[in-house]
């Protein structure tokens, strides 16, 4: 599969909905993950990243347009030890309570379906990544088969993170009435030694019309140092 600039690739889609890329920087020497927010609607808009220690939450940016938050308020980024969870909704809590009593990504995402927004049926995008001399990540997404609210299909894809680059995964394939859930498998992409690159390379190339939130975190393999980056469209 050809390693693609994520300058080039992220432009050709006006709303890929939300995305999630984990790796490794180019050099090897950092783990990476970023995750990013898109939205159409006022509600989905109204979102802002705040960090709270090592975690990620989304709040609400104006709390006096407050509507429904089932879907669109939850932890993106929680922290377990050296494994990073990062998920497009609450299924976050889910993978971290299975993975702190001894269970498996796999086994906590069996227990969680797409999200219930007909006609979308918005996937349920997952992974998680181990860092202890190296990185070796999983994605997973869960969608309706061909739209239909009765079946899910879920899928994981594991990497030994022996490369350089990242694998970015997203909800949809494009701004469609219904949406089209992601297809194939995860693009693999180039990731930037410097996370400022990095940052600023998935940032400008959203469509900025749809984009809402940010955050781009690398994690030193050897060190443990962490850095993270987040954007808010409301914060300037």
């Known amino acids: 599969m050809e390693k693609l600039k994520l300058k080039d ?6 709303y ?7 790796g490794l920087s180019e050099d090897r020497a950092y783990a990476v993950c970023a995750y990013f927010i898109m939205g159409r609607s006022e509600n989905s808009r ?11 939450n989304i709040k609400a940016f104006d709390e006096s347009k407050i509507q429904d938050t089932s879907l669109t308020h939850y932890y993106p980024l929680k922290v377990l030890g050296n494994t990073i969870i990062v998920t497009n909704g609450d299924q976050t809590d889910t993978i971290y309570d299975y993975l702190s009593n001894g269970r498996t990504f796999e086994e906590a995402l069996n227990i969680r379906s797409f999200e219930p927004d007909t006609p979308n049926y918005t996937p349920r995008i997952s992974g998680i990544m181990h860092i202890n001399e190296g ?7 869960l969608k309706s088969a061909d739209g239909n609210a009765a079946s899910c299909n879920r899928f994981v894809y594991s990497y030994d993170g022996g490369l350089g680059g990242g694998r970015f995964i997203h909800t949809y394939m494009g701004d469609s009435t219904p949406l089209r859930s992601f ?20 940032w400008s190339s959203l469509n900025e019309e749809n984009k809402i939130s940010l955050f ?14 987040i954007v808010n469209k409301h914060l300037k």
Do not use: C, H, M
């Open 9 to 14: 690739l992220l432009p050709q889609n006006p």
């Open 16 to 22: 890929w909905g939300r995305g999630i890329i984990l």
């Open 46 to 56: 109204n979102r802002i990243f705040v960090a709270e220690g090592d975690n990620i």
């Open 135 to 141: 990185a070796e990540f999983k994605l997973s997404i």
């Open 183 to 202: 297809e194939g498998e995860p693009w693999f992409v180039e990731l930037s030694n410097d996370i400022d690159e990095t940052t600023k390379d998935i």
């Open 216 to 229: 781009v975190r690398y994690i030193g393999i050897y060190t443990g140092f962490s850095e993270t980056r």
